[in-house]
């Protein structure tokens, strides 16, 4: 199966070996996950299995959030439901871990969701399998054409070959997030580039005290392999000018840009020595115990700084510009309406309503906004965290292929930079492998 392409039928398949194997696949594990899902979502779909409609007016909501963000989902659903008395929202908490499973489920059974809640990769699962619907007849005869207030990147995170099935809630994108006494007081200021970024992390490391100058957030414990991939890229693969796959479709994690980012990642660790060694016994406790200058990573390192200390004074910043300069990878939660509801012009006007600027869904979860406009709200404005990453928005695209095999790909490069940090391969070495196994994945049938 190429790039935007389904699978054919097996030959010398029976139709019910065929469905069986093909929802099988679902249950192999994360990286064949995503491909038997899609699979199965397809066949249900063709072979006629009927979707039955919920009453009218009401709507169904899958969503895998807690805490902050469930009671600022159901805060807005109560807003939404006053505005509108005739319009009724189920609201059902989905873990991200049981989400692909369930919605699978749910279609052999005929009860599946108005509405979804979605993360950047899922848009290009569901999508070519005919789950979602095209929004855009609905923006087009939408009054308020207020589109290009999101962020480009963000909404293009809810495109599937060139049509908009998802509408974004909150961005997500990696910073530099950097310790502010231990920076201010070498007299310094944040590195604005990868030379910069060295001679930083240089002088601010002490190995006899065990601090150190940075940390590569890709090698963190407990990261699956496609996150290791996803988060190696917005650090560092998409500031270095790393593509996967170029415009043409064929496979380039192994161009030279891509060798010297990685190589670049590599030095930090052997030959600066300015980042533990991957698996060296880190935990998160060095950085909030001022163990470590400075590190690139995700957001979510804002809240939970805040939560486990919060009198530890940190600040957020662009990452280092490298050749391709500040540029990173942006993540998206996004939602999306299925082609099974029943009600489709009031699950819109819903997904209008969480998306806009009176709801304030980021903001009131604490997250990243999805517009412009939120970003320029006194909670991130003020804040020293949530300012560096509005700033960083700016430079924040979304690069990753289309296909329904992305997790497979992406696990299968973050296996292999893994090889590359272990020393167990060379980084050209290792990202050969990447491209022979990434376009095997992609040319499976």
């Not at 009198?311 to 050749?323: E, I």
């Not at 973050?414 to 391969?425: E, P, S």
């Amino acid at each position: 199966m190429g790039v935007g392409t389904k699978s054919a039928w097996r030959e010398g398949t029976s139709f019910e070996t065929e469905i069986s194997w093909r929802c099988n696949v679902h249950m192999l594990g994360k990286a064949k996950a995503k491909s038997g899902l899609v699979f199965a979502i397809v066949f249900l779909w063709v072979f006629g299995l009927t979707f039955t409609g919920m009453a009218k007016q009401k709507l169904s909501f899958w969503a895998p959030v807690g805490g902050t963000a469930l009671d600022a989902m159901e805060e807005i659903i109560a807003e939404f439901q006053a505005m509108e008395p005739n319009v009724e929202i189920e609201l059902v908490t989905v873990p991200w871990a049981q989400f692909d499973e369930k919605v699978l489920t749910a279609i052999a059974s005929g009860t599946v969701p108005d509405l979804l809640y979605l993360d950047e990769l899922r848009t290009d699962t569901y999508a070519p399998a005919g789950l979602l619907t095209d929004l855009r007849p609905y923006m087009d005869a939408d009054p308020n054409q207020d589109f290009d207030d999101f962020f480009s990147g963000g909404l293009v995170t809810g495109q599937y070959q060139g049509t908009q099935y998802a509408l974004p809630m909150t961005t997500a994108i990696s910073g530099l997030y950097y310790n502010v006494d231990m920076v201010a007081g070498a007299g310094m200021e944040p590195p604005k580039t990868w030379e910069e970024y060295v001679v930083s992390t240089k002088k601010l490391t002490d190995p006899a005290n065990k601090v150190w100058g940075t940390y590569v957030g890709m090698q963190r414990p407990g990261l699956a392999y496609d996150d290791r991939a996803k988060t190696f890229m917005a650090e560092f693969g998409v500031p270095g000018g790393m593509d996967l796959i170029d415009k043409e479709g064929k496979v380039v994690v192994n161009s030279k840009e891509a060798v010297d980012t990685l190589q670049f990642v590599v030095d930090l660790v052997y030959e600066h020595e300015v980042a533990p060694l991957p698996g060296a016994g880190f935990d998160m406790e060095i950085w909030g115990s001022g163990k470590v200058a400075m590190r690139p990573e995700w957001l979510w390192l804002t809240s939970w700084t805040e939560e486990n200390f919060p009198d530890f004074k940190f600040a957020v910043t662009y990452l280092p510009a490298g050749p391709n300069g500040h540029h990173t990878f942006i993540g998206a939660h996004v939602i999306a309406m299925t082609k099974p509801s029943k009600n489709k012009d009031v699950a819109y006007k819903f997904m209008r309503y969480l998306t806009s600027t009176e709801a304030l869904w980021s903001v009131r979860s604490d997250r990243l906004a999805a517009r412009k406009s939120v970003a320029e709200h006194k909670v991130y404005a003020e804040h020293p965290a949530w300012s560096g990453f509005v700033k960083q928005l700016e430079y924040a695209t979304w690069m990753m292929p289309e296909t329904d095999r992305l997790t497979e790909v992406l696990s299968a490069l973050g296996q292999q930079i893994d090889l590359a940090m272990y020393k167990k391969q060379t980084p050209g070495e290792a990202l050969d492998e990447a491209a022979k196994r990434i376009t095997s994945i992609l040319n499976e049938k």
